[in-house]
């Protein structure tokens, strides 16, 4: 456990992965809470408009919200998962550039296009063609990973997982209340907005602390877009 932790604090020297962990857990756990909230709003004005059946069933709040908050974990680790590859793979490209051994990287590709048009070559001449000249072979890749491409591949993994889980702890966390019952009231709903605007001014005094800034102005900061997701979702639907 002492070596695992000694690795990451040297991968995370390399790759300060825990900058780019932190400004994702904040953002996407606030992205998370307000993608909940505007599925609460519609719930709550059904409920408003009803006076008949002034409750809906907890059940289907809770899927509804659970649904949207597996769907944010999924599509935020394997969007960031494949971005962060993408980056890596051009990371190590414009480094073999600047080393000077792009011509090892073009022969490869060519290697590549030549042996998927082999087959079209053999057709137009009619007779087996071998392509086995010495400057085309392509080279034994080299298994092992240097430090900071084990570094990279550490890095992109956790910032995966907290770009997946921030939304998905986001989104749960809300709809904590609709567990303790059956049938959804206003005061249940109310409870769950109240979940949200704490969470919110939780992130805006970490953020405060991070940056060295006003706690206050980051917390109002956040709660404008809380109150303008409010606002427009219930003028809109109501």
């Known amino acids: 456990m002492a070596n695992l932790r000694e690795k990451i604090k040297t991968y995370n020297e390399i790759t300060n992965f825990t900058a780019t962990a932190r400004r994702y857990f904040v953002n996407n756990f606030y992205d998370g809470n307000l993608t ?3 599925i609460l709003l519609g719930f709550f004005v059904i409920v408003l408009k009803d006076p008949t059946q002034p409750t809906v069933k907890s059940v289907y709040v809770l899927m509804t919200g659970l649904g949207t908050s597996i769907s944010m974990l999924i599509s935020g680790m394997s969007g960031s998962y494949l971005s962060e590859k993408a980056e890596q793979k051009k990371m190590h490209i414009d480094l073999a550039k600047a080393m000077g051994i792009l011509d090892d990287i073009d022969d490869q590709t060519k290697i590549k296009d030549i042996r998927n048009n082999e087959e079209e070559l053999k057709k137009a001449m009619l007779k087996t063609i071998r392509i086995d000249k010495p400057f085309l072979i392509k080279r034994k890749e080299n298994k092992n990973k240097t430090i900071h491409e ?3 591949s550490v890095a992109g993994l ?4 907290v770009n997946g889980g921030a939304p998905f702890l986001g989104g749960l966390i809300p709809l904590i209340p609709f567990l303790f019952v ?3 009231n206003f005061i249940i709903f109310i409870f769950s907005f109240i979940i949200i605007f704490i969470c919110i001014i939780i992130l805006g005094i970490y953020l405060g602390y991070v940056s060295k ?4 102005k980051n917390i109002l900061q956040m709660l404008v877009a809380f109150s ?5 979702i219930t003028i809109f639907l109501g």
Not at 158 to 161: A, K, P, T
Not at 213 to 216: G, K, L, M
Not at 228 to 232: A, G, Q, S
């Open 36 to 38: 909940v909230l505007g």
């Open 150 to 152: 084990k570094a990279e």
């Open 158 to 161: 956790i910032v995966s997982l």
């Open 182 to 184: 059956v049938e959804a």
């Open 213 to 216: 800034e006003s706690i206050t």
């Open 228 to 232: 303008l997701t409010l606002i427009i």
